[in-house]
């Protein structure tokens, strides 16, 4: 049982080349939420998956697009990639279904600079 | 939406001195709270949650949080912390589907 797994661990890219982060769980959780975290930011969500087949905008979505793919894998995507997005990824899940859920797990962290 | 403070961004601590770290939320009415730790170099894990009944949460680790709702905070505690609790510490609060989460609290505890 892996829980949460993304890959790349990191990556460096060039301004304006694109990249898909991927991430999946193996936990059967309904929800699916991708974060960046930066220094004195804590974590901000960018985009999130309530269900298989829905994906919504968080606090921080441009420059960003989700593809839930099946309801173990959520992908994020950077189209055309900018310095502001250096940051270190986390993906989540959650099984959100009544009283004593919403806790996240998070996977292991993407570290992505842009150069 | 909900929104959560956590005035202390870097606390300092000698082995053995009691730990509390503030949290404070935005808006009452039924209110799910966590903490979760992100050691140097790892992933956030949950250290302890609260959705309903006793407002004091006991936690992994010796950590415990009280639930004080006339103050709109659920503040962590541990009596005497380890060199090993050198981490950062998030506060976060449900907000319908998603977690809200505090600008984090950066221990170092010196041995």
């Known amino acids: 049982n892996a829980g949460v797994t993304q890959t790349p661990k990191f990556q460096v890219l060039k301004t304006g080349q694109s990249m898909t982060l991927q991430c999946a769980q193996d936990?059967?959780?309904?929800?699916m939420y991708w974060y960046r975290q930066d220094p004195g930011m804590g974590l901000r969500l960018i985009y999130y998956?309530?269900?298989?087949?829905?994906?919504d905008k968080g606090e921080v979505p441009n420059g960003y697009n989700v593809s839930r793919l099946n309801k173990r894998e959520f992908s994020l995507r950077l189209e055309s990639a900018a310095p502001s997005q250096t940051s270190v990824y986390f993906c989540?899940?959650?099984?959100?279904?009544?009283?004593?859920?919403?806790?996240?797990?998070f996977g292991p962290g993407t570290r992505l600079t842009v150069t | 939406a909900q929104s959560v403070s956590q005035h202390n961004h870097h606390v300092i601590l000698s082995e053995a001195a009691s730990l509390e770290l503030g949290c404070n939320y935005s808006?009452?009415?039924?209110?799910?709270l966590f903490w979760y730790v992100q050691y140097p170099g790892q992933h956030l894990q949950l250290l302890l949650k609260?959705?309903?009944?006793?407002?004091l949460v006991k936690g992994i680790k010796g950590f415990e949080a009280e639930f004080i709702k006339s103050k709109f905070s659920f503040n962590l505690r541990k009596p005497s912390v380890q060199w090993s609790d050198t981490a950062e510490y998030f506060c976060?609060?449900?907000?319908?589907?998603?977690?809200?989460f505090g600008t984090g609290t950066r221990l170092l505890v010196s041995p």
């Open positions: 989540a899940s959650s099984e959100v279904a009544g009283l004593g859920s919403y806790e996240q797990y």
């Open positions: 936990m059967n959780h309904n929800s």
């Open positions: 998956s309530a269900s298989e087949g829905t994906t």
């Open positions: 808006y009452g009415g039924t209110v799910n």
């Open positions: 609260y959705f309903s009944g006793d407002p």
């Open positions: 976060a609060v449900r907000d319908f589907q998603k977690l809200v």
